[in-house]
């Protein structure tokens, strides 16, 4: 029983892999990327730099595998029916299956944050050490806080409406689950800039004559693209970074500037980064994701269903019970870490489409060139980081590839005739 099953997971897993790289590839932006040049970082970045970012950087990696390492070993124990009096406190709460559930589901949410708060508090203060963070430790506490009570609402209506389907379609929960796990992306993806981004920033509308807004507005004239709302956020209250972000859909859509780009940055820069931006809404980046969700969603949750059964089974509860939840979150966990490599990858694509809309909306390569650079030393970002690292984790090329398709773009361009 226990190989095939192990027989029927294996299979599970290369059939979710080859479908979500055939998602990648059929979501993958139309335009091919720019083809990046050799790029030596030691010409944009002396050799101070580079350690500095290095030695930040390669500790918060550290520091983040070991917070999904202590988070994995807690619910492996848990999955597993340790300790003992974890397993008898779910029991005696699936003696109400609705309630207990969802209670089950808050537990394991807030159980999980608190497991990576001492990490998390550590990457925090690394933060701060290198003048990144400019947030003392009552309020990150407090931002940690509400972080923590959203999620546990939202694991706990996930972990009853989990235990529902399952004692309503059995083994076939999986199927209307992708429909859920499709309307609550999307759902998060309309609500998150009106509702859940606000409990953390304040958000302003940027004035009609603020030059920021201009330029925003005058980029997606040039380029054909409705922006939406252009919006300014409080950043500054809680990091140095530079950044701005595209989020919403239909009448949540936005642009959003953080002010210490505003404030900062050269013209020149706020105009790459802003065409960047507006290149996310000009390819529908947003439904992008979401389409890719919809796409992996059932052979997904089909694996974190084998996977959870199989750990119910070795610890002896039923697979619809509470007490199976730490199983399937396991699962779901295990699930989204595989996932997460072509997700990824898709991000990495949709990124570099983006540096080619903002290059060709701009043709200002080396706006672009210095942007990066810019970003990579202000943010205190290793440049060129491990290989490895940026295929599972990465959502973004790294610098040095960014730089080098700039400076293709930009010796491409003059070599074209002139008219």
Do not use: C
């Not at 597993?80 to 559930?101: H, K, V, W």
């Not at 780009?261 to 931006?277: N, Q």
């Not at 919809?294 to 509470?322: H, N, Y």
Request: charged share 20%; aromatic share 6%; glycine share 8%.
């Amino acid at each position: 029983m226990w190989h095939s099953r192990r027989a029927r997971v294996g299979v599970v897993v290369v059939a979710m892999v080859v479908v979500a790289e055939g998602a990648v590839w059929l979501l993958r932006p139309d335009a091919p990327p720019v083809a990046p040049e050799p790029v030596d970082e030691a010409d944009y970045f002396d050799a101070a730099t580079l350690e500095h970012a290095r030695d930040y950087r390669g500790g918060q990696r550290l520091l983040m595998l070991a917070g999904i390492g202590a988070q994995g070993l807690v619910l492996v124990a848990l999955a597993t029916g340790r300790p003992p009096a974890a397993r008898a406190a779910l029991e005696r709460l699936g003696e109400r299956p609705a309630l207990g559930g969802a209670a089950a589901g808050a537990g394991l949410s807030v159980t999980l944050a608190l497991v990576a708060l001492p990490l998390d508090l550590a990457a925090h203060e690394r933060a701060v050490d290198v003048g990144l963070s400019t947030q003392s430790l009552g309020p990150w506490l407090g931002d940690f806080g509400k972080s923590t009570a959203i999620s546990a609402l939202l694991a706990a209506a996930g972990a009853a409406l989990l235990l529902a389907l399952v004692r309503r379609f059995e083994r076939l929960w999986w199927v209307p689950g992708s429909a859920v796990v499709v309307a609550t992306a999307a759902a998060l993806a309309w609500l998150a800039p009106v509702v859940l981004a606000p409990l953390f920033n304040r958000f302003e509308p940027l004035p009609e004559g603020s030059e920021a807004r201009a330029e925003v507005i005058e980029l997606g004239r040039e380029g054909g693209v409705d922006v939406g709302e252009v919006y300014s956020v409080d950043a500054s209250r809680r990091s140095t970074a530079l950044n701005a972000y595209v989020g919403g859909l239909g009448p949540t859509k936005r642009v959003v500037l953080y002010d210490n780009l505003i404030d900062e940055a050269e013209r020149a820069e706020l105009r790459s980064v802003v065409a960047h931006e507006l290149g996310h809404v000009a390819a529908s980046d947003i439904p992008r994701g979401i389409g890719f969700v919809a796409i992996v969603a059932p052979l997904g949750l089909l694996l974190t269903r084998e996977l959870a059964v199989a750990l119910a089974d070795r610890a002896g509860v039923p697979a619809g019970s509470v007490a199976a939840l730490p199983a399937y979150a396991l699962g779901i966990a295990v699930t989204s870490l595989i996932l997460a490599v072509p997700g990824n990858q898709l991000s990495r694509a949709v990124e570099r489409a983006a540096d080619r809309y903002a290059l060709e909306l701009t043709e200002e390569p080396r706006a672009l060139i210095d942007l990066q650079a810019r970003l990579a030393a202000e943010n205190v970002s290793d440049p060129d980081p491990p290989a490895v690292f940026t295929t599972v984790f990465g959502t973004h090329p790294p610098t040095v590839e960014r730089i080098g398709a700039a400076l293709a773009y930009e010796r491409n361009s003059n070599r074209r005739p002139t008219r």
